[in-house]
């Protein structure tokens, strides 16, 4: 039986992009299907005091996170992971800004309507986007960020990974992500990050 697994990413993390090619892999080498969703960092910080530079980082977040939202209103799930492919392709190994330009390309690419960038610059959404974050992080708790992944109804922020594994490894990572996931007391396993994410 299919294993149904939700996943929720905001487009300028790289970390969520690294599990998003890894359960794409996990897709070819076991019975699973990957249900994208949308959570905002933006939300996760809204009226928190941040130093100036992240500070940044989630103002341009907004637009981003509003257009993926969009795109799955609009067009669909799949459409969705198409979406993502195409501006995480741009802004993490393609390394392009997080800019209207960027987002109006990848939208172009998989032919969403392109009124979704104009209507991204504005708060007409941030309702939905505001329950689409909820529903994949108050499981999870405040103290982190994405990617959060749902099994067979529970929730766990991660795994954090670099770089994404292929093949049969990346089906071993999840094999055993679903049976730490399937304990209701597991809360965390953890160590010091010494390389950031590897695109390939």
């Avoid at 049969?168 to 055993?176: I, K, N, P």
Wanted: some cysteine; hydrophobic content about 40%.
């Amino acid at each position: 039986m299919t294993t149904q697994v939700d996943f929720w990413f905001d487009p300028t993390c790289p970390w969520a992009w690294m599990t998003s090619r890894w359960m794409l892999e996990v897709e070819k080498v076991r019975d699973v299907k990957t249900t994208f969703h949308v959570m905002s960092l933006a939300v996760l910080n809204d009226g928190r005091d941040l130093p100036e530079g992240y500070r940044k980082l989630m103002d341009d977040a907004w637009a981003p996170a509003r257009a993926a939202l969009l795109v799955e209103q609009r067009h669909g799930s799949e459409k969705l992971r198409e979406f993502y492919t195409a501006i995480g392709t741009r802004f993490h190994p393609g390394e392009a800004p997080k800019s209207i330009e960027t987002l109006k390309a990848a939208l172009d690419e998989v032919g969403a309507d392109p009124d979704i960038a104009d209507i991204a610059q504005t708060d007409q959404i941030d309702d939905d986007l505001r329950r689409s974050h909820h529903e994949g992080m108050d499981p999870v708790g405040d103290e982190v960020g994405t990617p959060v992944l749902r099994v067979n109804g529970m929730s766990l922020f991660g795994p954090v990974i670099s770089p994404a594994p292929k093949g049969e490894e990346a089906g071993d990572l999840f094999d055993g992500f679903v049976k730490v996931t399937a304990y209701p007391g597991f809360y965390e396993l953890k160590r010091t990050r010494t390389v950031g994410p590897i695109f390939d």
